[in-house]
């Protein structure tokens, strides 16, 4: 028997119509004789709706607490879907992150999976049920109730997929693939077949929305193929899978682009060893996240340091950077909110030089201005003015070849922001 | 030290602003050096709506589903409050009905609670935290979640109560204790400072809905007194335990009502042996509750054979009886909803004889006729019009010395219905 995990988002089970229609899509599959697991997040907005409730009462809640009501979103769900599994004359069971096994550390409210222990759904399965299981959601080795953060609905389907062995873990949401760069800025941006695990992290790091990087992270590390479709179509979307000889090497896979960060830069910083570790140190002390960092030896002795850090970290951020400057004696510091970043990915830039170059020839022609670059083997990100993006990733899908032939003007929405609605 | 066990039900937490409320009560008792454990219901409304959105997916929804779509009310309270204790710069833990150790039988939705495994408790206890219980809800041995049933948090209370050994259940409602009669029709009705399990039990069985028959018994079987009292005054309520020599023995603790069955009659049924046993396990067999039955022998050689059933029972009773008429052959049968019970409650009726006389003789001066009578040894229950129901209750209290002397106008509505919202 085949197995398949197929994991919906909020938005494809936002009411009792819509959880109607997956547990259609659960029985069609199931008809065809395959073993079914189905991993669900909270419906529509309830995350948002509990969150809500929760800061009415404390703006600092406890976060054990807090996972002890979020994780009711994912339990409502798994019954509803249950259910309607029933209505329709077929057996299914729902099971809890705590019943299934999803074992976490204790990092509550972002809790990473240490184990999955599937004997409950393996069980199931060999009743021939549909089995139902909550997405976000696991239980540490004593017994408390954790969710996994953000993108933790798609984490514990590929958990359990990896647990049960699963040919492939489904991940339906309103986006039907993975895109060379965000339809919604560049109209002929094609759909990606298949892309592997690597590229996928890339893009994930940079912009893509579709999946989480530690979803991917998650199923490389475990060998699980991730098949990124849409819930309302039923066409093939993006396989995200290990790199083999049979995958077409493409030199470049995407173009992605993020304006969630912005850029700080501490000028006449005196050059002497251990000065980068004390900026960062700081910055890590006030679990502030850094993305890239730039560092220019200026001719009089001194240094520039310049580093970009989401926007949600940005207050934490600010008050280190300040912190840092006096006791450096550096001399001023700066903030830029309005700077883009524009990377591009593919596996077949490590065999390829020039990249790098082509890339700069093609937005210098467009008139874009680079502020910061980073590269990896198999990307080059580079920091630009917000104003210039949209001109910047269409400038550099059509410079390297991966305009679409026809451009379909009614794409949907992908790599970018396309991704499911809601925490989980 | 002392340990409290407080239950409130869902209109003690119908939103954040009471649920702060609550936290106030459990943090005073906690400043005095006790130990506290609150257990809590869902918020209000939830349960319904929660059964609401069931019912738009299935009529018959599958009851383990069903359950574990209905724990997730309870668990999103007992999140909320340990925070509210949180904000109030105390510590609290919440804890479900399977974290807690409540072990049930499989009967889904209206589960039996076979086992306490109170450890957390204890131990979180021990820790000096406030602990917080989700009600209604339990877990049987193979992991699967149950709820209570109706009554079900109060349940829970009594059992966690009795799990870790405290003096006392709290249960906090909207009314303030156990009445004499139902305020609301006998304005001078007064509340019971104490009263046995077993006038309690009888009570709770003939119309006092201040607590349930179910959490009666339980608390009874553990020894665990209970004190009933308001959610919104700091008086004492109804204590509710073990019968001693202390307790001053009224011949009458109180009149109890209830419109809530209806009665059928079959006329003219053949009297041979084995009638009676082949019309009520017919019923059972329906899964129709039978509360009081008659038998009359008729002088042809028939009899007539009267029974009540709850109304919410009454479509499964009725098909029920059709079938047994046509098996016995009796002729006809007849159903009338508008009937009342009024029932008299006294531990003292055993050593007092002449209360039945008494109490017919009321009834009687009131111009109020009887149409079945049964009784227990510290019960009679009359079956009457419900055109009637208030007349009696009002002839019987007064008849029996319970009014008190001065007229208590704006007493809370008690015995009858006060009970607070939710069916947990």
Sequence with gaps: MSLVVMKFGGTSVVNTERIMRVAQRLIALKEV????????????????????????????????????????????????LAMAIHSLGHQAISFTGPQVGIVTDSGHTKAKIREVR??????????????????????????????LGRGGSDTT???????????????YS?????????????????????????????????????LQLRAVEFARNHGV?????SSFEDTPGTIVKEADESMEQAIISGVTHDISEAKITIRDVPDRPGVAASV???????????????????????????????????????????KVVLE??????????????????????????GVAAQMFRALADAGVNLDMIATSSIRISCVISAAEVERAVRALHSSFGLDSEEISAEASPACGEGADGGVG
């Design 174 to 210: 309103d986006v039907d693939g993975v895109y060379t760069a965000d339809p919604r800025i560049v109209p002929s941006a094609r759909r990606i077949d298949v892309v592997s695990y690597e590229e996928m992290l890339e893009m994930a790091a940079t912009g893509a929305r579709v």
């Design 280 to 322: 960062f140190g700081t910055l890590a002390d006030a679990n502030a996240n850094v993305d890239m960092i730039i560092q220019n030896v200026s001719e009089s002795g001194t240094t520039d340091i310049s580093f970009t850090v989401p926007k949600e970290d940005l207050a934490r951020a600010k008050k280190a950077t300040e």
């Design 118 to 147: 599937a004997e409950r759904v393996r069980a199931a399965l060999d009743q021939g049920l549909i089995v139902i299981v909550a997405g976000f959601q696991g239980v540490t080795e004593d017994g408390h109730i954790t969710t």
């Design 225 to 229: 193929a991730i098949h990124c479709r």
């Design 157 to 171: 389907a590929i958990a359990v997929a990896a647990g049960i062995g699963a040919e492939v873990c489904e991940i």
């Design 328 to 353: 450096l004696g550096a001399r001023r510091w700066s903030l830029d909110e309005s700077v883009a970043k524009v990377s591009l990915i593919g596996a077949g830039m490590k065999t390829h030089p």
């Design 33 to 80: 004789g395959s073993g079914v697991v189905a991993v669900v997040s909270a419906m529509g907005d309830v995350t948002d709706e509990l969150v809500a409730m929760a800061e009415e009462i404390s703006p600092y809640p406890p976060e054990r607490e807090m996972d002890m009501l979020l994780a009711t979103g994912e339990q409502v769900t798994i019954a509803l």
